[in-house]
């Protein structure tokens, strides 16, 4: 199985600041990769796909990079409402994995 | 607007079977793939399972294969998953999600299955 090793696991950030969350994915992916933050209680919600396209609705502030094995999700700008627990999920071979999540906090 | 909305979890005894649903509605349900999604408590999300868009091709993780079956009824909009053979490890938390472009792009709201005697 292909591993997902998100970094950092937490972290804490002021109002405004930019923050970035990496992903490293034990073998290449090919950009099969996409994004997803939850909330407390809630399912988990699409961000980013196919490593950079941003979903529908998904403010701007919220950019996907990378290549390979090493993909980023930035935040820009951080708001209140960007508190949660981010993953990050693999779709180039089965079975499909997840990274074990960031817990990003509003400082 | 899209809804996916499960059902079917309960508590089940080590061993037994289970039978979960999502019905889906606000977008054409028989032309999607879809998956199963599972989240233990405080813990990471696994992939279960997936089902193409007419029902006849299935994909599985290795830790529920021969256990889990998906399926679905489009005439419903409808997806399945039947758990058999639970173990203590299968309690989580069931999403259910659409398909697209490889990656789930809308779930449900879940739905808790608990395995315990």
């Keep these: 199985d292909i591993q997902m090793t998100q970094s950092p696991h937490s972290l804490s950030a002021s109002l405004g600041e930019t923050v970035s969350i990496e992903c490293l994915a034990s073998e290449g992916i090919s950009n099969y990769l996409a994004w997803y ?45 960007d508190e949660g627990v981010y993953y990050c999920q693999q779709g180039y071979k ?14 | 607007e899209v809804q996916l909305v499960e059902s079917g979890g309960s508590l089940v005894q080590p061993g037994g079977s289970l ?11 028989s032309n999607y793939w879809m998956d199963w999604v599972r ?8 992939w279960i ?22 399926s679905r009824d489009n005439a419903k909009s409808t997806l399945y998953l039947q ?16 398909i ?10 879940g739905v808790m299955v608990t395995v315990s005697s």
């Design chain 1, 37 to 81: 933050q939850q909330k407390p209680g809630k399912s988990p919600q699409l961000l980013i796909y196919y490593a950079s396209s941003l979903q529908d609705g998904v403010p701007s502030r919220f950019s996907g990079s990378g290549s390979g094995t090493q993909y980023s999700l930035k935040i820009s700008n951080m708001q209140p409402e």
């Design chain 1, 94 to 107: 089965y079975p499909w994995t997840f990274g074990g999540g960031t817990k990003l906090e509003l400082k």
């Design chain 2, 19 to 29: 039978k979960l649903s999502c019905v889906a509605s606000g977008f054409t349900f």
């Design chain 2, 39 to 46: 989240q233990t408590p405080g813990k990471s999300l696994e």
């Design chain 2, 49 to 70: 399972g997936e089902i193409n868009t007419d029902g006849s091709k299935t994909n599985y993780a290795p830790s529920i294969k021969d256990r889990f079956t998906i």
């Design chain 2, 83 to 98: 758990m058999s053979n639970v173990k203590s490890d299968d309690t989580a938390i069931y999403y259910c999600t659409r």
């Design chain 2, 100 to 109: 697209r472009v490889l990656t789930g792009d809308y779930w449900g709201q």
